[in-house]
């Protein structure tokens, strides 16, 4: 089949164009959760699991965007989960509220990750995560937000172990 000179010229276009994009592929942050049903406490109950986890999911993407060079790509299995805190029943609501002492209730998350490019891999690793000083350091921009203690924690290991492998 023959084309048009101009739809020959459009097509030749928007294939250099697509070559171009695929080059410039935004990193990518893949999150999974092993035996989570296990995890020390991710929620008090199944929706509350299943909602923070999804928040959980989404804060490693989004710090992904941010810290990630294009095309780096970040695989992170959470092995553990126990949020900072412990659930007790209480005294005047008929329901658990999460109750942060600043004792041994500190956040605590077991992550295996791989970081790779398309030529490669360049980093793998198993770590513990964990911030014994939670309530010591202010929260400033996640004090609003749902798992802000897990989320600063998680956002300093991220920092702090992936912004060296990418040139800004």
Known sequence: MRCAPFTAALLASFTMGCGAALAQVPPAVDVSFLNAARFSDAGETPRDVERNLAALTQHLQHLGTRWLAPGQHLSVEITELDLAGR???????????????????WPRIGVRYVL???????????????????LVNPLASSADQPLG???????RWFRDRFDAAVSH
Do not use: C, M, W
Not at 92 to 99: I, M
Not at 116 to 134: F, H, M, Q, W
């Open 149 to 155: 203690y897990e989320r600063r924690l998680l956002t």
């Open 116 to 134: 790779a490019t398309p030529a490669g891999e360049i980093a793998r690793g198993e770590e513990s995560l964990d911030d014994k000083n939670y």
């Open 87 to 105: 659930v007790l029943p209480s005294p005047r609501l008929p329901r658990l509220v999460r109750v942060l002492n600043g004792g041994a209730d």
